[in-house]
């Protein structure tokens, strides 16, 4: 498969991978749409050169459900998904009172640990996948993220 990956400072490279395949309790997602956030352009233009290893980053996307790991139960091949790029511990106690954004273990798809939407597969935690109507595009779909950080912002205002 194909993925744009990120070297760092004005340096992103299209390179042939090997294609992933899903995990127990994850799935295999083709990526139809992925936005660019500003922080995929804050590394981009970033002065100095990274000190880690390439990224392949995106972490606004939708696409398609292709494989499925063991213990899925909830999701098919075929499947059309939105994806949450948060991936937190899930048994810290911010996750258990349900503030995950607080986690001290975060993690993001589109990141250095985890292959992002800048590729044309990816392996995405059961968690992590939402359905799409039919009637919502892929790149209305990528977009689910940066709404809900819309409408978290707006329902914190004092209005």
């Not at 990120?6 to 083709?30: A, N």
């Not at 892929?138 to 950080?149: K, L, Q």
């Amino acid at each position: 498969m194909k993925s744009a990956r990120f070297y760092g400072q004005k340096d992103i490279r299209v390179e042939e991978l090997p294609d992933p395949t899903p995990e127990q309790g994850e799935v295999v997602v083709r990526v139809k749409a992925t936005g660019i956030c500003g922080s995929d352009l804050h590394g981009y233009r970033a002065k100095v050169k990274r000190e880690h290893p390439p990224i392949t980053g995106g972490h606004e996307m939708a696409g398609e459900v292709t494989a499925i790991g063991t213990e899925v139960t909830a999701y098919r091949v075929g499947d059309r998904v939105a994806i949450e790029p948060l991936m937190p511990c899930r048994k810290c106690a911010h996750c258990l009172q349900g503030q995950y954004q607080r986690c001290r273990q975060l993690k993001h798809i589109g990141g250095p640990d985890r292959a992002g939407g800048f590729a044309e597969l990816i392996n995405v935690p059961e968690h992590n996948i939402h359905l799409l109507p039919d009637c919502v595009s892929y790149e209305c779909g990528a977009m689910a993220e940066v709404y809900a950080v819309a409408v978290h912002a707006l329902n914190r205002l004092p209005l």
